[in-house]
């Protein structure tokens, strides 16, 4: 009979995302994450070498999870719905987005192996070249095209929730409608300016 194992990494990475989401990164260690896992800790370093590895790992999971949900919009040029799906990714996840939004890019894990950080700029570049596609679906000649289309997909909705997120809050339906408004008029101004 094979004696499957009690531990495994994926539940080490859910540990450690949720004691980064609601202490910070620098709360995490390989101890605190052994801990919120239950689990000894000599069974977290049987799969990971280190704090940075896990965290690195924890924070492909949300970004994988964030690209499959939010920026596939962008991709698109659906601007409204990426919009609106990331405050609703926000509301279905907290957890994830507090722990993604603290940290615009990737946080500096420090040392970490050549592939893994090869997979860190990968996953970067997938999420740039969503927004590059969804710059493109701009008029031409819009002035700093990429500086409002970050400002209506990023800025204004992360402005909106972050508050909420970080007092662990629900975040209220009327922040669709704000963010619907302020959505449309930039991109007026934008067709306009074009």
């Given at each position: 009979?094979?004696?499957?194992?009690?531990?495994?990494?994926?539940?080490?990475?859910?540990?450690?995302?949720?004691?980064?989401?609601?202490?910070?990164?620098?709360?995490?260690s390989?101890?605190?994450i052994?801990?919120?896992?239950?689990?000894?800790?000599?069974?977290?370093?049987?799969?990971?070498?280190?704090?940075?590895?896990?965290?690195?790992?924890?924070?492909?999971?949300?970004r994988?999870?964030?690209?499959?949900?939010?920026?596939?919009?962008?991709?698109?040029?659906?601007?409204?719905?990426?919009?609106?799906?990331?405050?609703?990714?926000?509301?279905?996840?907290?957890?994830?987005?507090?722990?993604?939004?603290?940290s615009?890019?990737?946080?500096?894990?420090?040392?970490?192996?050549?592939?893994?950080?090869?997979e860190?700029?990968a996953?970067?570049?997938?999420?740039?070249?969503?927004?590059?596609?969804?710059?493109?679906?701009?008029?031409?000649?819009?002035?700093?095209?990429?500086?409002?289309?970050?400002?209506?997909?990023?800025?204004?909705?992360?402005?909106?929730?972050?508050?909420?997120?970080?007092?662990?809050?629900p975040?209220?339906?009327?922040?669709?409608?704000?963010?619907?408004?302020?959505?449309?008029?930039?991109?007026?101004?934008?067709?306009?300016?074009?």
């Open positions: 009979m094979v004696r499957l194992a009690k531990y495994n990494e994926d539940g080490f990475i859910e540990s450690a995302i949720r004691i980064a989401a609601q202490c910070g990164i620098g709360a995490v390989m101890a605190s052994a801990s919120n896992a239950g689990a000894p800790i000599g069974s977290l370093y049987h799969r990971f070498d280190s704090r940075n590895t896990v965290l690195a790992r924890a924070w492909l999971k949300v994988a999870d964030f690209r499959a949900e939010v920026s596939c919009h962008w991709a698109r040029g659906d601007t409204w719905r990426a919009v609106e799906t990331l405050v609703q990714w926000c509301r279905d996840k907290p957890v994830y987005a507090r722990f993604m939004l603290q615009d890019e990737a946080p500096d894990f420090g040392e970490l192996s050549a592939p893994l950080r090869e860190l700029e996953d970067q570049a997938e999420l740039d070249a969503a927004f590059t596609r969804c710059v493109q679906t701009l008029p031409p000649g819009a002035d700093d095209a990429g500086h409002v289309l970050r400002f209506v997909l990023i800025g204004a909705p992360v402005a909106m929730v972050k508050p909420f997120l970080n007092q662990d809050l975040i209220p339906a009327s922040i669709n409608a704000v963010l619907r408004s302020s959505h449309d008029a930039v991109c007026t101004w934008a067709r306009k300016a074009a």
